[in-house]
């Protein structure tokens, strides 16, 4: 799941929100000098990450894309289930998107100090774009997968992720559809034994 997802599936937990987003900054055995609810955080994103890698649904989802887009298909079903929840929102949260995504980014500035650099960099962008809200758009699947790509060191065709999503868009919202409430469910067991 990309940052929308993860963001949701936080809560209203400052620690969980944080470790939400550093998810994807934070990488190998977690410190001692990070604070405790921050690390939770980062568990929890890592939890979700492992559930949704070894989950049939978005696996499913990966495959439905050509042969050469499969080895970037974890990439591309990310910000594509991303959308689907952007342009569904209402479904999942009884807040606005806007509303939601304001509080969201107060909540990660306040957070800041447990930041490294490239994390504070990245928040920044997003705000300064509203990615969260901008999510809602299928143009923005195909301006993030350009951006993804010139962010990898070795070639990839996720500059031309787009199409697939157009020609696949169907069946991936089925799966989403399928999928998300058993990660929300999932997320919640663990929340509840990780305490």
């Not at 568990?43 to 978005?58: E, K, N, V, Y």
């Not at 569904?88 to 107060?106: A, K, V």
């Amino acid at each position: 799941m990309n940052h929308l997802a993860h963001l949701l599936l936080a809560g209203s937990d400052e620690g969980l929100i944080a470790g939400a987003f550093l998810g994807d900054y934070i990488k190998g055995r977690l410190t001692q000098d990070m604070p405790g609810h921050v690390v939770r955080g980062i568990r929890l994103h890592r939890a979700i990450d492992a559930f949704t890698d070894s989950h049939r649904l978005p696996l499913e989802s990966r495959q439905r894309f050509e042969n050469r887009f499969r080895r970037f298909g974890s990439i591309m079903t990310d910000v594509i289930y991303d959308h689907f929840l952007a342009a569904n929102w209402h479904e999942w949260h009884p807040d606005h998107l806007q509303q939601f995504s304001d509080r969201t980014f107060e909540t990660l500035f306040q957070q800041r100090e447990h930041f490294p650099e490239p994390a504070i960099k990245s928040c920044q962008r997003m705000f300064e774009h509203n990615s969260l809200v901008n999510y809602q758009d299928p143009e923005f699947i195909g301006r993030s997968l350009r951006y993804l790509s010139t962010r990898l060191s070795r070639e990839n065709p996720l500059d031309e992720g787009f199409l697939q999503f157009i020609k696949q868009q169907e069946q991936l919202l089925a799966d989403f559809r399928k999928f998300f409430p058993e990660l929300i469910s999932y997320t919640e067991h663990w929340k509840q034994q990780n305490t």
